[in-house]
């Protein structure tokens, strides 16, 4: 082969990584220039999901993964700090703060902590 055949083949192999990019969401321009350095190496790396895509895919189907977690009211994945759906319009504030609510831990009263039950057997040994 001569030069100007791999130097084609190369080319190919940028604009095939550029393509497959750019299918993606990603960045055609240095996927191209990725594709053009590193040839079929690149081609794999392409074909890669993002691992944020794999993060709401996972989050979808088990209610979270990652930074993501599943709205409760169309079931898709959104970002765990969001507070409006990106899909349905959801607030998901209001949601979390009823959580919190359900979550926050109860007070024992008085006679159930360890403080008044020592205090009560302190009393009881003076007075003897």
């Known amino acids: 082969m001569d030069n100007f055949t791999i130097?084609?083949?190369?080319?190919?192999?940028?604009?095939?990584?550029a393509?497959?990019?750019?299918?993606?969401?990603?960045?055609?321009?240095?996927?191209?220039?990725?594709?053009?350095?590193?040839?079929?190496?690149?081609?794999?790396v392409a074909f890669l999901q993002p691992a944020s895509s794999l993060n709401e895919q996972k989050a979808r189907e088990n209610g979270e993964s990652g930074d993501?977690?599943?709205c409760p009211f169309c079931a898709e994945a959104v970002r765990?700090?969001?507070?409006?759906?990106?899909?349905?319009?959801?607030?998901?504030a209001v949601e979390e703060e009823e959580e919190k609510e359900e979550r926050r831990p109860t007070t024992k009263p008085p006679e159930q902590t360890m403080?008044?039950?020592?205090?009560?057997?302190?009393?009881?040994?003076?007075?003897?």
Request: with cysteine; net charge positive; charged share 20%.
């Open 19 to 44: 393509t497959i990019a750019n299918a993606k969401g990603r960045g055609g321009c240095l996927w191209f220039l990725l594709g053009c350095v590193f040839g079929p190496f690149s081609l794999v």
């Open 80 to 92: 765990k700090v969001a507070i409006k759906c990106k899909h349905c319009g959801s607030d998901l």
């Open 7 to 17: 130097a084609v083949i190369w080319l190919l192999f940028g604009f095939v990584a």
């Open 68 to 70: 993501f977690k599943r």
């Open 115 to 128: 403080a008044y039950k020592l205090g009560k057997a302190w009393a009881k040994l003076k007075r003897r």
